[in-house]
């Protein structure tokens, strides 16, 4: 019996987050350049897309570039700019024909001109699709969000718009760029790393993690299923006890 069989639909998560994660090793294990990988893992996210849709989840959130990757090789940057452009282009019409709607989180703005409008274009054109919402983290990271956050909420509380009292956990979440968007339930990183590195820090304040040794090109629908199996055998308590929850 498949990973899919076993799963039972009413405990689905609502939304599911990955760390893409070893497509350098995946190209270098083939005696090819980093970017290889790259590209190849495009078959990856393709799987988990339509995964993710089979199953009828509502969110699937792809942390594809890291602030901390412009740090990188200038031709690694350049080139994984120019498969974001190919991939959007070459994608979109599967994701319109498919009801996936396409959005974005991190600081957009910083992306180069190019990926910029081709970006937008793409969501502009699925924003009316009502399955699954595909959300690609670009130029993110959870520090970065949070100070720009931190930011604007002293900014509006020195026009009068906020008050001490008005500070909580809801109000912080709708300053960050995932406003809107639910918290993940499940968090999926390959390739064997056991680190978050700077994903969604506030966001999977609960949510459950799962981690593989399986490189980011080599992750298929099997995976995904798998991995959602693994979710449905925990228990979830936001710090409740097991007795509270099985009460209800």
């Not at 064997?192 to 090109?217: C, H, K, M, V």
Request: charged content about 25%; glycine content about 6%; hydrophobic content about 35%.
């Amino acid at each position: 019996m498949s990973y899919k069989e076993k799963l039972v639909k009413d405990r689905m998560p609502h939304h599911v987050a990955v760390i893409m994660d070893g497509n350098g090793r995946w190209a270098k294990k083939k005696g090819n350049a980093r970017i290889f990988g790259h590209k190849n893992g495009v078959n990856a996210v393709r799987e988990t897309v339509e995964a993710c849709g089979e199953l009828q989840i509502d969110y699937l959130t792809l942390y594809a570039f890291s602030t901390e990757n412009w740090n990188r090789p200038k031709l690694e940057v350049d080139a994984l700019m120019k498969l974001l452009i190919s991939s959007i282009n070459n994608e979109l019409g599967n994701l319109d024909k498919n009801n996936v709607k396409l959005m974005a989180i991190g600081n957009i703005a910083g992306l180069p001109s190019n990926v910029h409008k081709e970006l937008n274009q793409a969501i502009s054109a699925t924003s009316k699709n009502t399955g699954l919402s595909l959300v690609l983290a670009l130029s993110y990271s959870s520090r970065w969000e949070i100070q720009e956050a931190i930011r604007q909420i002293v900014v509006d509380a020195k026009q009068g718009k906020l008050s001490e009292n008005d500070l909580s956990s809801d109000l912080i979440s709708s300053y960050l760029t995932t406003s809107g968007i639910p918290d993940p339930d499940l968090l999926i990183r390959t390739s064997g790393e056991l680190r978050i590195s700077n994903f969604l820090l506030y966001q999977i304040a609960y949510s459950e993690l799962y981690f593989t040794d399986t490189l980011w090109p080599d992750f298929c629908k099997e995976d995904l299923f798998e991995a959602i199996y693994n979710y449905q055998q925990r228990e979830r308590r936001f710090g409740k006890t097991g007795e509270q929850i099985n009460r209800h």
